[in-house]
């Protein structure tokens, strides 16, 4: 039972344009939310959190929106850049611990 | 480099073997996660130990299991080894159990033939 749904495989987005990457979760028990990037051959890093009680959280080019009543969350790049290509996975967690990650989305940004 | 090493980093083993995968947090770090990537899945949460107690439990086979030791490394056994086990494996580490933040080794790709 996949939890946590990111319904793009990819995304092709032109360098100094936004990237809007989407992530969906059926759990509103989630109370924790983050966004990872993964490059080839390396584990994922982090990326920016939010937490539940807010609807937006902000570091450097990258936003993170939560909109609770839809179930939904999204990841904003502005200006994209060549190495923002990675992919990108959204967790989520509630207590216990217990972190459900999305099937991630490939993002390719074009010089 | 996150800090976080996995060892081996490539495995391959026939069916019904049993392996070991090996991992050392960031230094200072005291919880430990195990994940499963398979192909075109997301990471599957498997198990986390913080200070050598298992703390939370995800999708983890009853042929899996885990422990940290006193050092605070932490072994992943997978035993009874079948073709679906194929997968890289990770290992994470935070600086304590309620610490959402976690830095991710490179993986170990474990290959079941």
């Known amino acids: 039972d996949q939890q946590v749904k990111q319904n793009s495989p990819s995304l092709s987005v032109q360098e100094g344009r936004i990237s809007i990457l989407n992530c969906d979760y059926t759990?509103?028990?989630?109370?924790?939310f983050l966004w990872y990037k993964k490059y080839p051959a390396e584990g994922p890093t982090f990326l920016i959190s939010?937490?539940?009680?807010?609807d937006k959280n902000e570091d450097g080019r990258f936003t993170v929106f939560l909109n609770k009543s839809a179930k939904h969350l999204s990841l904003h790049i502005v200006p994209s850049q060549p190495g923002d290509s990675a992919v990108y996975f959204c967790?989520?967690?509630?207590?216990?611990?217990?972190?459900?990650f999305g099937t991630g989305t490939s993002l390719t940004v074009i010089p | 480099d996150s800090g976080v090493t996995q060892t081996p980093k490539h495995l391959i083993t026939a069916t019904g073997q049993r392996v070991t995968l090996r991992c050392s947090p960031r230094?200072?770090?005291?919880?430990v996660y195990w994940y499963q990537q398979s192909l075109d899945q997301g990471l599957q949460f498997l198990i986390q130990?913080?200070?050598?107690?298992?703390?939370a439990k995800g999708n983890i086979l009853e042929r899996f299991s885990a422990q940290q030791f006193p050092d605070l490394h932490s072994e992943l056994n997978l035993s009874s080894l079948e073709l679906g086990d194929s997968a890289l494996y990770f290992c994470?580490?935070?600086?304590?159990?309620?610490?959402?933040?976690?830095?991710f080794g490179p993986g170990t790709r474990l290959t079941v033939t």
């Open positions: 994470a580490s935070s600086v304590d159990s309620g610490s959402y933040e976690q830095y």
């Open positions: 759990n509103s028990m989630f109370d924790y």
């Open positions: 939010i937490s539940s009680i807010k």
């Open positions: 967790a989520a967690i509630y207590t216990g611990n217990q972190f459900y």
């Open positions: 230094s200072g770090d005291l919880s």
């Open positions: 130990y913080y200070n050598g107690e298992e703390r």
